[in-house]
């Protein structure tokens, strides 16, 4: 019943590396920055709601989801690799703003921040990875559930604070950050298909 030091920071560590909080400041304003300061706030707290639910959710039970529904770790990679990839191109192709403006029931906070940004195919595995670790003792699955927790209190502070770099940027700053932000989405999307094609290859 001891609570694992280890692995809550093993969990804690890993899951704050993978989801990069540092790096989803830019691409959250280059999504919000054009909307409303009320859209701003409820978007910074929305995302990581959504990514701790759906982590939560394989945690408790994502070896039985993906085994359920037939679904490889290389699968989620790629399909997560192909929803960047889209975001991507409208933020490089400066069509996101459009689209904005065009549907302002858009919630950028579920799709593509909270998932596949932050509770994407790597941090979904580092969980599942780390609750096969424990072999069943409860002291070990409250320290994942901690690290979990951690990790995206460090997430919404991030985006909490970089609504404040909104006001510096302007708008030229936040177009010019866009475009930067879309070429880091696109590097990440190519990546998570080359390593989704490469899984399937290892297991073919």
């Given at each position: 019943m001891y609570f694992d030091i280890a692995v809550f920071t093993t969990t804690a560590i890993t899951l704050i590396v993978i989801m990069?909080?540092?790096?989803q400041i830019p691409v959250f304003l280059s999504l919000v920055g054009k909307r409303s300061p009320?859209?701003?706030?409820?978007?910074?707290?929305q995302a990581p709601l959504v990514s701790l639910f759906v982590i939560s959710i394989f945690a408790i039970g994502g070896r039985a989801i993906l085994a359920y529904l037939h679904i490889g770790i290389p699968a989620l990679q790629g399909a997560g690799g192909l929803l960047l990839l889209l975001v991507a191109l409208q933020l490089l192709m400066g069509t996101s703003g459009q689209k904005q403006e065009a549907d302002e029931d858009v919630n950028v906070a579920l799709v593509p921040l909270g998932t596949p940004l932050l509770a994407g195919p790597g941090a979904i595995a580092a969980v599942i990875v780390a609750v096969s670790q424990v072999h069943g003792e409860i002291g070990g699955y409250l320290a994942i559930a901690a690290g979990i927790l951690v990790a995206h209190i460090v997430v919404t502070l991030a985006l909490l604070f970089s609504t404040n770099i909104i006001n510096v940027l302007k708008v030229s700053g936040i177009t010019l950050l866009a475009k930067i932000a879309g070429l880091l989405l696109a590097a990440i999307a190519v990546e998570l298909i080359a390593t989704s094609v490469i899984g399937f290859a290892a297991t073919a």
């Open positions: 990069d909080p540092p790096g009320e859209y701003r706030r409820k978007a910074a707290w």
